[in-house]
């Protein structure tokens, strides 16, 4: 995790970033059920590097942790001016770490490191001003955990991107939790045309999801229905905390 744009802040700022920071980092573990006190973590100012084993939770890292850490710093934002928003990128990658003298050792390291410093997540931030968080997964936790069908997310709520920083260079998945992709987004974060694992199809990938057509009843044209219907409406109350993961909420009429 890297918060955006720290150097340019404030001395006070700065602090206050490395006071709340931990503090969301470890509230979105809580709620994603994990402890990030049994992780071996390498703090650097507005920089965590974070080692916990592999131990079956993988998906839960990818999928309910990043989603509480959106939530996180959204709420965390939504006190604060623009000017005062903490945004994050963030990486996952997964290898074989060494405890050194002064932190950790292996090639892992040093490829989060370079994914973390990838031109498409300031990317992807700068194009999506809304944003909080910008994600990378490696090309291995990407198709061991999503394309494997792990996590409640699929290959499309990802686009893949080519990363080339210093003497490394990857194939790694970009995802900017909560955002949708504008027409222009793909040629700020470096898109390239890529080949959809799940469907074979080549397409250009757009940031955070694709523009989707739906039929309009005029003649069978293929657009966007702005058109709202309400004459049958349902509504569902519910109270208290409800777990809804991995759960579809649809809106609309019984008339379609």
Same mark, same amino acid.
Request: glycine share 10%; net charge negative.
């Given at each position: 995790?890297?918060?955006?744009?720290?150097?340019?802040?404030?001395?006070?700022? &700065?602090?206050?970033?490395? %006071?709340?920071? *931990?503090? !969301?980092?470890?509230?979105?573990?809580?709620?994603?059920?994990?402890?990030?006190?049994?992780?071996?973590? &390498?703090?650097?100012?507005?920089?965590?590097? +974070?080692?916990?084993?592999?131990?079956?939770?993988? *998906?839960?890292?990818?999928?309910?942790?990043?989603? %509480?850490? +959106?939530?996180?710093?959204?709420?965390?934002?939504?006190?604060?001016?623009?000017?005062?928003?903490?945004?994050?990128?963030?990486?996952?990658?997964?290898?074989?770490?060494?405890?050194? =003298?002064?932190?950790?050792?292996? #090639? @892992?390291?040093?490829?989060?490191?370079?994914?973390?410093? +990838?031109? &498409?997540?300031?990317?992807?931030?700068?194009?999506? #001003?809304? @944003?909080?968080?910008? !994600?990378?997964?490696?090309?291995?936790?990407?198709?061991?955990?999503?394309?494997?069908?792990?996590?409640?997310?699929?290959?499309?709520?990802?686009?893949?991107?080519?990363?080339?920083?210093? =003497?490394?260079?990857?194939?790694?998945?970009?995802?900017?939790?909560? +955002?949708?992709?504008?027409?222009? /987004?793909?040629?700020?974060?470096?898109?390239?045309?890529?080949?959809?694992?799940?469907?074979?199809?080549? #397409?250009?990938?757009?940031?955070?999801?694709?523009?989707?057509?739906?039929?309009?009843?005029?003649?069978?044209?293929?657009?966007?229905?702005?058109?709202?219907?309400?004459?049958?409406?349902?509504?569902?109350?519910?109270? $208290?905390?409800?777990? /809804?993961? $991995?759960?579809?909420?649809?809106?609309?009429?019984?008339? $379609?």
């Amino acid at each position: 995790m890297d918060a955006q744009a720290y150097g340019r802040e404030s001395d006070r700022r &700065q602090s206050e970033i490395q %006071h709340d920071l *931990p503090r !969301l980092l470890d509230r979105a573990a809580r709620g994603a059920g994990m402890d990030r006190a049994e992780w071996q973590i &390498q703090r650097k100012g507005d920089e965590q590097l +974070a080692v916990r084993p592999l131990d079956g939770t993988e *998906p839960r890292l990818v999928d309910d942790y990043v989603r %509480h850490l +959106a939530a996180e710093l959204r709420r965390y934002n939504a006190q604060r001016v623009p000017e005062a928003r903490m945004r994050l990128r963030a990486v996952i990658h997964q290898g074989l770490v060494e405890l050194a =003298e002064n932190g950790f050792a292996g #090639s @892992a390291v040093v490829a989060t490191a370079r994914l973390l410093n +990838a031109h &498409q997540l300031y990317g992807a931030l700068a194009a999506h #001003s809304g @944003a909080d968080l910008a !994600l990378l997964l490696s090309d291995d936790v990407f198709r061991s955990v999503v394309a494997g069908g792990h996590t409640t997310l699929t290959t499309d709520d990802f686009t893949r991107v080519t990363v080339q920083v210093k =003497e490394y260079e990857a194939t790694a998945w970009l995802r900017v939790p909560g +955002a949708g992709a504008s027409p222009a /987004a793909s040629s700020e974060y470096d898109v390239e045309e890529t080949r959809r694992p799940a469907t074979g199809e080549v #397409s250009r990938e757009k940031a955070a999801g694709r523009e989707s057509a739906v039929e309009t009843e005029a003649g069978g044209a293929r657009g966007i229905s702005h058109e709202y219907r309400s004459g049958n409406v349902n509504v569902t109350h519910m109270y $208290g905390s409800v777990d /809804a993961r $991995g759960a579809v909420f649809g809106f609309g009429s019984a008339g $379609g």
